[in-house]
């Protein structure tokens, strides 16, 4: 069955450290896509990055970048030099087909992340 | 417009009373979504509608019903819920049902069932 892993379930960082949240995915699916989500305090889910199973190429943006490896099954995020503003409870994502041809996702139990000042 | 509305923010219902959550999109999204989140944990999918017909219901209890009036409403109502049943509840619509789109989501209805 399809799963995603986020064996952080907390990570404490003091401002300016770098930081990667790990994620590890199962699926027996050729074709998939992954994502990741911040969900601050506000508790509104923000999209961040996704990526297609053909698309192994890492990917940076600003001070957030994520690297995706098949061959582990890991899809994981670093937050260079941290922020406080960068405290939320982070999301890995797998999109599921299901029978009827419709998709769903399956959600990592989410790492909360702490800045500290 | 890259919002999706969801209201109340907060609600707090007996657990005689019948209430109902709102959310509303007007990106022109035809899938749409209720999540159901307790503390601390991910979200839990309830209910996907892809344009306006539910295809989607993960064997969620009948004290909540969906209903999506039209491509920018989707509703929750509830009827007779459990104290267990107090949770944020999320909104969130997508371009379509698909492999790949990302999803918009509210802010949530936090919900207390006393």
């Known amino acids: 069955a399809q799963k995603v892993t986020q064996a952080q379930t907390e990570i404490s960082v003091v401002e300016k450290e770098d930081v990667t949240l790990d994620c590890v995915y199962e699926?027996?699916?050729?074709?998939?896509?992954l994502f990741w989500y911040k969900q601050p305090p506000s508790g509104e889910l923000v999209f961040l990055i996704r990526r297609n199973s053909f698309d192994e190429q890492n990917e940076i943006s600003g001070r957030y970048s994520w690297n995706f490896q098949k061959s582990t099954s890991s899809f994981n995020f670093t937050i260079t030099a941290s922020q406080v503003v960068d405290s939320a409870v982070y999301f890995c994502a797998l999109s599921e087909g299901t029978t009827s041809g419709t998709y769903k996702y399956i959600f990592g139990t989410g790492t909360r992340l702490k800045v500290l000042a | 417009d890259t919002e999706v509305t969801q209201t109340p923010k907060h609600l707090v219902m007996g657990m005689t009373n019948k209430k109902s959550l709102k959310c509303e999109q007007h990106m022109g999204h035809r899938a749409m979504y209720w999540y159901k989140q307790k503390a601390k944990k991910p979200p839990e999918l309830m209910f996907v509608y892809s344009y306006e017909k539910l295809s989607i219901n993960e064997s969620v209890p009948s004290r909540f019903s969906p209903e999506c009036p039209n491509s920018s409403l989707l509703n929750l109502h509830l009827h007779a819920l459990q104290p267990e049943d107090s949770a944020l509840y999320l909104c969130a619509s997508s371009q379509v049902n698909r492999g790949g789109e990302k999803l918009f989501f509210g802010s949530g209805t936090q919900l207390s069932v006393l």
């Open positions: 699926t027996r699916d050729t074709t998939y896509y």
